[in-house]
């Protein structure tokens, strides 16, 4: 995944340095003017923009200038910026004598090279404090585990770029040799792992082939060194880790500008939807507090993304005691599987038995959107004792992506699916088919659901 992060980390840097070049020459159109006025109107000088916003950052890149930000001195990236304003200034001399184009004023071209360097190097600054900064986030780094042959795995260690040891984490090493695959599964689920690295020249086929399996079932990508092959591959996914070439068997949505996409959506939607209901939010807080003792909001540890623990939140629609009466009612469970729904819940308040059918107790969960815990659209998150009976490595698949407000079980009649099965295959069905309009459609869905109440109890 570090691989396609990188590229679209790319993209979005260019853009913006595009964004800051149009800016800086802008703004040095408009300094040359408060300097000494007697200047041509900024249309004559537009036709540079169009040389200037593509080709600059196109030039920065071909200097070096986003390559192993973290490794470069300060000097290094003002070098990087001369040569490319060096071949930048030919350009647009290329177009003066070419397209017979003037340009009004070199000391708005003299104005916009410092400006732009200063914008530049102050973008390039932000961004090295901001990646240190969520380095340094005990959730940003990715869970990982390599497997092969400790020399591989040695090798494949030395590889590693200090960015990319910064948004991940290598949590365990199995020697695929020596150590069973299921030592490997439990490592998964101890350590709450998102991708296995397969190092080495993988000479153990059926070994290979039975851990690669355990992923696939687990929803956990696979990536294997593919250094050995020397065509391109167009499936299964083909990717760069550092030097290497990297095949991956991903049975979860790539990184891509619709996942980016998606998780601007959660987080502007839910802040929208906060504003929007903090009159409801208010009323349902003070009646609980009126109607009930104990506090307003309830926080369990639910099964996040690949099952890392996190904390939800929700209104409290039960008594203080209900973990404690939920073993005596147990015999009246009405989901198959590891999941406890009871209809006619006694443990459910007054207030609380209004608050679920209208789903407002779910309102806090907005909180955890904006947190980065849980997503507007995806599969409900579990409590962890419930996560831990799964009965089989299938049924964890619906932990390979981020968990969410609503999905395709809230739609089917939520409560009304008594089967865990059924529910799992909902989840897996919206995975396997995951797109921004089937979020769309899916939050479409969810109002009429939440109004008539389908299925809440």
Same mark, same amino acid.
């Given at each position: 995944?570090?691989?396609?992060? !990188?590229?679209?980390?790319? !993209?979005?840097?260019?853009?913006?340095?595009?964004?800051?070049?149009?800016?800086?020459?802008?703004?040095?159109?408009?300094?040359?003017?408060?300097?000494?006025? !007697?200047?041509?109107?900024?249309?004559?000088?537009?036709?540079?923009?169009?040389?200037?916003?593509?080709?600059?950052?196109?030039?920065?890149?071909?200097?070096?200038?986003?390559?192993?930000?973290? !490794?470069?001195?300060?000097?290094?990236?003002?070098?990087?910026?001369?040569?490319?304003?060096?071949?930048?200034?030919?350009?647009?001399?290329?177009?003066?004598?070419?397209?017979?184009?003037?340009?009004?004023?070199?000391?708005?071209?003299?104005?916009?090279?410092?400006?732009?360097?200063?914008?530049?190097?102050?973008?390039?600054?932000?961004?090295?404090?901001?990646?240190?900064?969520?380095?340094?986030?005990?959730?940003?780094?990715?869970?990982?585990?390599?497997?092969?042959?400790? &020399?591989?795995?040695?090798?494949?260690?030395?590889?590693?770029?200090?960015?990319?040891?910064?948004?991940?984490?290598?949590?365990?090493?199995?020697?695929?040799?020596?150590?069973?695959?299921?030592?490997?599964?439990?490592?998964?689920?101890?350590?709450?792992?998102?991708?296995?690295?397969?190092?080495? @020249?993988?000479?153990?086929? @059926?070994?290979?082939?039975?851990?690669?399996?355990? &992923?696939? /079932?687990?929803?956990?990508?696979?990536?294997?060194?593919?250094?050995?092959?020397?065509?391109?591959?167009?499936?299964?996914?083909?990717?760069?880790?550092?030097?290497?070439?990297?095949?991956?068997?991903?049975?979860?949505?790539?990184?891509?500008?619709?996942?980016?996409?998606?998780?601007?959506?959660?987080?502007?939607?839910?802040?929208?939807?906060?504003?929007?209901?903090?009159?409801?939010?208010?009323?349902?807080?003070?009646?609980?507090?009126?109607?009930?003792?104990?506090?307003?909001?309830? &926080?369990?540890?639910?099964?996040?993304?690949?099952?890392?623990?996190?904390?939800?939140?929700?209104?409290?629609?039960?008594?203080?005691?209900?973990?404690?009466?939920?073993?005596?009612?147990?015999?009246?469970?009405?989901?198959?599987?590891?999941?406890?729904?009871?209809?006619?819940?006694?443990?459910?308040?007054?207030?609380?038995?209004?608050?679920?059918?209208?789903?407002?107790?779910?309102?806090?969960?907005?909180?955890?959107?904006?947190?980065?815990?849980?997503?507007?659209?995806?599969?409900?998150?579990?409590?962890?004792?419930? /996560?831990?009976?799964?009965?089989?490595?299938?049924?964890?698949?619906?932990?390979?992506?981020?968990?969410?407000?609503?999905?395709?079980?809230?739609?089917?009649?939520?409560?009304?699916?008594?089967?865990?099965?059924?529910?799992?295959?909902?989840?897996?069905?919206?995975?396997?088919?995951?797109?921004?309009?089937?979020?769309?459609?899916?939050?479409?869905?969810?109002?009429?659901?939440?109004?008539?109440?389908?299925?809440?109890?």
């Amino acid at each position: 995944m570090i691989g396609r992060k !990188q590229e679209i980390n790319l !993209q979005f840097q260019q853009i913006v340095d595009g964004a800051l070049l149009v800016l800086a020459f802008w703004g040095a159109h408009v300094l040359r003017f408060s300097l000494a006025g !007697q200047i041509p109107e900024f249309d004559s000088f537009r036709w540079m923009l169009f040389v200037i916003m593509p080709f600059g950052p196109i030039l920065l890149e071909l200097q070096g200038f986003y390559t192993h930000p973290l !490794q470069k001195k300060i000097w290094r990236s003002f070098g990087q910026m001369l040569q490319a304003g060096f071949w930048l200034g030919l350009i647009l001399a290329g177009c003066m004598i070419f397209f017979r184009l003037n340009v009004p004023s070199r000391a708005v071209l003299i104005l916009f090279a410092l400006l732009s360097t200063l914008l530049l190097v102050f973008r390039e600054q932000l961004t090295l404090l901001f990646i240190r900064a969520r380095a340094r986030s005990e959730n940003y780094r990715e869970p990982v585990l390599l497997a092969g042959t400790p &020399c591989d795995m040695k090798a494949l260690r030395d590889t590693l770029t200090p960015e990319q040891l910064l948004e991940m984490e290598i949590l365990g090493e199995i020697d695929i040799e020596k150590q069973p695959v299921g030592e490997m599964v439990e490592m998964l689920h101890k350590h709450s792992i998102s991708r296995v690295i397969f190092a080495g @020249n993988h000479s153990h086929v @059926n070994r290979l082939q039975e851990a690669i399996g355990a &992923c696939e /079932v687990e929803g956990v990508e696979a990536w294997l060194v593919a250094d050995f092959i020397k065509t391109s591959i167009a499936r299964p996914t083909f990717d760069v880790l550092g030097s290497r070439a990297m095949l991956v068997f991903r049975t979860t949505p790539e990184v891509s500008w619709a996942l980016m996409l998606k998780g601007m959506i959660d987080r502007v939607g839910a802040f929208c939807i906060l504003v929007v209901t903090s009159p409801v939010f208010l009323a349902a807080a003070i009646g609980i507090k009126l109607t009930s003792p104990g506090p307003v909001i309830f &926080c369990q540890q639910r099964g996040g993304k690949h099952g890392r623990p996190f904390t939800m939140y929700k209104f409290r629609t039960m008594g203080t005691n209900a973990e404690m009466l939920r073993a005596e009612l147990a015999a009246q469970n009405e989901m198959s599987g590891p999941v406890f729904k009871v209809g006619n819940d006694p443990r459910v308040t007054p207030i609380g038995r209004w608050l679920r059918k209208t789903s407002i107790d779910e309102l806090p969960q907005l909180l955890n959107v904006l947190k980065g815990d849980m997503s507007l659209v995806g599969p409900r998150p579990l409590p962890l004792y419930e /996560v831990a009976q799964f009965e089989n490595s299938a049924q964890r698949r619906r932990l390979s992506v981020k968990p969410g407000l609503t999905c395709l079980w809230q739609i089917s009649g939520r409560s009304n699916v008594t089967s865990f099965e059924d529910w799992v295959k909902l989840d897996l069905t919206y995975i396997d088919n995951w797109s921004i309009w089937l979020d769309l459609k899916i939050l479409f869905k969810t109002v009429p659901a939440v109004l008539f109440g389908s299925g809440a109890r």
